[in-house]
């Protein structure tokens, strides 16, 4: 039995809706998918729009290794590879690696420079130092304190110093002024090293919150820890959260006595 | 140039002859309330009620202690900073709560315009640096006198060491610390002339001030540890710091100082 013509039309239509909702559903999830990671704020949305992607002749496609902040190791950072036009140019350069620290951190909570922060400027001297001008929202919105405004200027100073040959230094403004603290703790007076980590041959091997524990440069408290000397710097490191259990002996505490009992009297 | 005024504070006794001198700085004061949390937890408060905490500690083991402030006011960097220039056989401790970071947890920090933080793989893994920090070149200029703005440069190492022993009994104190102090760019110790640390305890985003608050007896407890240990281990008499280095075996109130340069 032929089957009714407004059931034909129906189907068809059906069939339309089915064929356009299964083209569609891949670009509509990601859509969704990116939205739900990265919520876009007024300020970024806006530099979105205005702001053109830095570019020069010389750019070409490379991996960069930026640092941002450790999820396993909180105040510490940790490189991340990504793929980067980046211009043979050192201020140039640094620009698209700045700008890329600020866009693109895998996760807000490995972001060290607020997202709306902006790079306004950024000169690259001939002795070396990088002098980075930086827009209102760095100073008003990185986290206060000590841990979060030392690692937002580490990320920078890493980031130029595993990927610009030739920077040595840097030094921070905001809105072209030199500024005392960027949020009141870190000091901005002064010109930071630019410092170029390197992987050791172990640590990708490592297991998961790492092991390696800076112990030869603790001591009990009855003696004075050995100083660690700046060339030393690969003792500054984080124990990790697992370093607790891991890390160095520590000395046990005797308990305080009163001044009057035996406490070193002056000399 | 040395500020002429002082914030307030008031000397207290000195009992039973310890002659180091501490001096606590409960950082931010005033219009400055430093981190807020959302359980309406105030950085400037908190650090306050650290402060006098500590001070009751290191009385009791017959230290001199002086605050940078007593109530809610906001001297300068360098009006705390002068508190403790003119001083011999002083140690410095700024107390700040951060805004991030596992709550419970504490760091000491000593001056470093290094750019060190520590650096893991993406396995967690500490990473070596391949580049020295920069030289620590000393302050003392020929004339001997100390430039105001780099006061610290002559007191790193006793810095370090006053902040290592400070970290170490930290760490035993508050599960989840790292085992050592770090270099940080801290601006209020960069004006110091004597050995100075910074203690930041995480963080403000607690439920509430009784959260921080049930730390306080640990943390006086450490941070007195510390110094003990600190004086213990110069012998109880502290000196002037090496020339050209800056610390070296002893450490103490340095030589005068001059002008800003």
Known sequence: ?267 | MIPNSTPNSVPNAVPNGRELTVVLDPAHGGPDAGSRGAAGVVESEIVLNFARAIRQTLQGQGFRVLLTREGNQDPSFDDRSSMINGLRNAVFVTLHVSSTGPVGTVRTYSYGEIATPPVVSATGKPLPETRPGTTRSTAISRTGLIPWDRAQEAYLNASERLAQLTQIQLAQEFGGSPELSLPAAVRQLRTIAAPAIAVEISSVAVSGPAQLAQMTPRLADAVTHAIVDFQVANGGALTTPAAGRGGGPGVGAGPPLGGAH
Not at chain 1, 55 to 65: C, G, I, L, R
Not at chain 1, 75 to 90: H, K, Q, R, Y
Not at chain 1, 92 to 116: C, D, H, V, W, Y
Not at chain 1, 128 to 144: K, N, R, Y
């Open chain 1, 1 to 267: 039995m032929a089957m009714a013509r407004h059931w034909k039309i129906a189907i068809l239509i059906l069939a339309i809706a089915a064929f356009v909702g299964v083209w569609t559903f891949p670009s509509l999830l990601r859509n969704v998918l990116r939205l739900r990671r990265a919520p876009v704020t007024e300020e970024q949305a806006r530099r979105e729009i205005v702001q053109e992607p830095i570019s020069t002749p010389t750019d070409a496609p490379q991996k960069a290794q930026l640092f941002w902040a450790s999820l396993t190791s909180f105040g510490a950072l940790e490189p991340t590879e990504i793929d980067l036009p980046l211009s043979a140019d050192p201020a140039e350069r640094s620009k698209q690696l700045i700008a890329a620290l600020i866009a693109r951190a895998p996760t807000g909570a490995q972001r060290t420079l607020p997202a709306n922060a902006e790079l306004l400027q950024l000169y690259v001297l001939q002795d070396g130092t990088a002098i980075a001008d930086f827009s209102e929202a760095l100073p008003t919105q990185v986290p206060s304190g000590i841990v979060s405004e030392q690692m937002a200027v580490d990320s920078i100073a890493h980031t130029l110093g595993a990927n610009v040959p030739g920077v040595s230094r840097l030094k921070i403004l905001i809105h072209g002024q030199e500024a005392d603290t960027l949020a009141g703790h870190v000091d901005l007076s002064v010109f930071f090293p630019v410092i170029a980590p390197i992987a050791s041959p172990e640590s990708d091997t490592a297991p998961a919150g790492g092991t390696a524990s800076p112990a030869s440069s603790t001591s009990p408290s009855s003696t004075l820890p050995s100083p660690v000397s700046p060339s030393s710097a690969s003792s500054r490191v984080s124990p990790g959260p697992a370093a607790g259990a891991n890390g160095p002996p520590t000395p046990a505490k005797s308990p305080l006595t009163p001044a009057s009992s035996s406490s070193p009297q002056p000399h």
